[in-house]
């Protein structure tokens, strides 16, 4: 594995220990009404502790379609238990497409 993923993963791993903390209160059953500024959050709260905007920026990114990207997501949500619904994910893919990769 590539060092930048391997780092991912386990800031994923220790940041999901620590607890998924979004205001839930915001979210009817669930509901995201704004699923850019809900993505960037989760996003935040989980991915930038462990890597930098370089891995979303950089020219041999992995991630080339908005399919890799979602399934990228996916995998890593999958791959250490962050408590994220579909619907987190789906956020957090908006959120990266709209701030980096403009699919």
């Known amino acids: 594995m590539k060092p930048a993923i391997i780092c991912f993963t386990r800031c994923l791993l220790f940041t999901s220990a620590l607890g998924f903390s979004i205001n839930s209160s915001a979210d009817s059953e669930h ?59 789906d956020a957090v893919v908006q959120f990266l497409n709209n701030k980096y990769y403009r699919f």
């Open 31 to 89: 509901e995201i009404k704004d699923p850019i500024k809900h993505g960037e959050e989760a996003h935040q709260n989980h991915c930038y502790k462990c890597h930098s905007d370089d891995v979303y920026t950089r020219e041999n990114r992995f991630v080339k379609s908005i399919d890799a990207l979602s399934k990228q997501v996916v995998r890593c949500k999958e791959g250490s238990n962050i408590p994220w619904f579909d619907e987190d994910a």
